[in-house]
């Protein structure tokens, strides 16, 4: 029997957005700016779970308990998955490094026992770093995309999640407003009346 049960993404209003959480056997790609709080969501989900999980780090010196995945090939990569919940940070820094080719074929066929398996996987990109094609080769390969987007107004930020592509759902109307906080993000729980 396939394993259908959604995990927490570890916050409650995305939980909600995404009917449960994120599915399991599931690419999932979030999009935004480095400072949009994009590591912040990937290492929410990935402390979430009851189960050990793998954070690889491509970008930066890990933190606890996180993978120093600098220096490693796609297939290395695909070997260190270990458990359900699996974030790769970043997606930019494979294309950079691999090229867009290598990486489709690390998100559809080296992963693809990884997915199987039923393990969840969250690819982080960094927008405005890829071309257009690219980028639509990266959601093609998506089942869930997320998009991260702010903008200033004033002396404001104004922060808010889409959720643009979700496999075997409907894709919520409307974006949710976020907050960056000390614990990670926290997004809107109500919607409002216009």
Known sequence: MADTTRRSTGIIGLDLA???????HAHVIV???PLSGLELLA???????????????LDAVP???MTDARGMDPVALAGAMQGDRIVVDS???????????TVTRF???????????GATIIYLLYTGLHSPVEEARVMRAADVFISLRQEIHGN????????????????????IPYHIIAKGLELSTTSRVV
């Open 43 to 57: 290492e929410q989900f990935w402390k979430s779970g009851e189960q050990e999980g793998t954070y690889l780090m």
């Open 31 to 33: 999009s935004g700016l």
């Open 156 to 175: 404001e930020f104004e922060r808010t999640l889409a959720i643009e592509k979700l496999r075997g759902a409907n894709v919520p109307q409307r974006v």
């Open 91 to 101: 997606l930019s820094t494979l294309i950079g490094k691999w090229g867009i080719d």
């Open 18 to 24: 995404l009917n449960g959480g994120l599915p399991p």
């Open 107 to 117: 998100i559809l066929d080296d992963t693809r026992e990884v997915i199987e398996r």
């Open 63 to 65: 933190h606890e308990g």
